[in-house]
């Protein structure tokens, strides 16, 4: 399949780099432009100087950055995506399809239905799919992606999206898929504080944390993010994995999404004023397990 790919940061570089593996033909774009000359040295593929030309080249377009401001203008500003799709008999590549753009990005969810609303009067294409799984399963492909759209639309996209993820799950309808991206990271924050505050106790009380890390993690108190971010908790290593300021903003997605839907999450609140604080340390760009210097300084404690 042609595939237009843009942004090409820690998560969308792997990403893509997994679709040009499983031999799609890919035309790629990113702000820096080096870093699209650097991904094309390695795995093949053209590089373009704006989305719009991305959209020229492809079938469908994978769009994976920062929040919903960069999705609206990589798809529907000047340059974007929307410019370049022309008309399905334009490109008889598509099947006579019309262009379809899948965006793995975290974003509100009713940005992706009010984006994708705007793509369908240009008779465009569009899927929500957003992705859990942190740098590494980017890597290795062992995703897992929840797509929220038409179900023809997700059939089309499926043969990339397995290229990409383990998981691959037609959650419902446009948007879906953003609102169970949020509420997942704001409990994988929560479950990250939760395994930080267990360390300082153990500290604090004297005991193993070797044995406290072994045992929790072969019980019930087991977690992916005890699994993750004890040790880069313990060793006060931030080496990115997934930034700070990405967890703060999923999680504050989720708190806007659970207000508009009448429903409460006091746990993901308090882990947001964590996060919160831990960024207005200089910590944003950092791995996420740096919230443990928050909890260590209101505990008085140190790991």
Known sequence: MRVGFVGLGIMGSRMAANLAGAGHELTVWNRTRAKADDWAANHGGGVVDTPAGVAAAAEVVVTMVVDGAQVEAVLLGPGGVAEGAGQPAEHPGRGGDRLLCVDMSTIAPRDARRIGGALDERGIGFMDAPVTGSSPRAQDGTLTIMAGGEPADFERARPLLEAMGEVVLHTGALGDGQTIKVVNNAVAAVNAAVAGQALLVGAQ?????????????????????????????????????????????????????????????????????????????????????????????REGARL
Do not use: N, Q, W
């Not at 019980?219 to 700070?244: I, N, Q, V």
């Not at 882990?271 to 200089?282: D, N, P, Y």
């Open 205 to 297: 009380a004297g005991v193993d944390l070797d044995a406290l890390e072994t045992v929790m993690g072969a019980g019930s108190g087991a977690s992916a993010m005890l699994a993750l971010k004890a040790r880069p908790m313990r060793e006060h290593d931030y080496e990115t994995l997934f930034k700070l300021e990405h967890m703060l903003k999923d999680v504050r997605l989720c708190l806007e999404a659970a207000e508009e839907a009448g429903a409460s999450f006091p746990f993901a609140l308090e882990v947001e004023r964590i996060l919160a604080e831990t960024a207005g340390r200089g910590l944003g760009e950092r791995d996420f397990a740096a919230l443990i210097e928050v909890l260590e300084t």
